[in-house]
Nanobody, 124 residues
Framework: QVQLVESGGGLVQAGGSLMLSCAAS????????VGWFRQAPGKEREFAAT????????DYADSVKGRFTISRDNAKNTVYLQMNSLKSDDTAVYYC?????????????????WGQGTQVIVSS
């Protein structure tokens, strides 16, 4: 069972930046694809970004493309989400998830392990 812990959330002004981290408890995390999802108040959980095991393949939701960057450090069992040019629409709880496969996917249903989430609030 892989345990995931997100950190780095907080309150930021529109136009600002935050970097989220997702730390895993197991070294097997380094062979799994990882995704970031988010859920705004009153809305469904939605895909934000994903990265393959090696980090060579990434994918982003259109709403964050060009502003967010996902990366990973397998030696540290950690995945990051650098968020720039933040907008009020980015306000949400951000969740890290991993799947028992090296292939990145955008559907939440294909992920096996989830963190508890970290809150991001963007003030306008």
């Amino acid at each position: 069972q892989v345990q995931l812990v997100e950190s780095g959330g907080g309150l930021v002004q529109a136009g600002g930046s935050l970097m989220l981290s997702c730390a895993a408890s197991e070294r097997t995390f380094s062979i799994y694809a990882v995704g970031w999802f988010r859920q705004a108040p009153g809305k469904e959980r939605e895909f934000a970004a994903t990265i393959s095991r090696s980090g060579g393949i990434t994918d982003y939701a259109d709403s964050v493309k060009g502003r967010f960057t996902i990366s990973r450090d397998n030696a540290k069992n950690t995945v990051y989400l650098q968020m720039n040019s933040l907008k009020s629409d980015d306000t949400a709880v951000y969740y890290c998830a991993s799947r028992r496969s090296s292939v990145a996917r955008t559907s939440a249903a294909e992920y096996d392990y989830w963190g508890q989430g970290t809150q991001v609030i963007v003030s306008s």
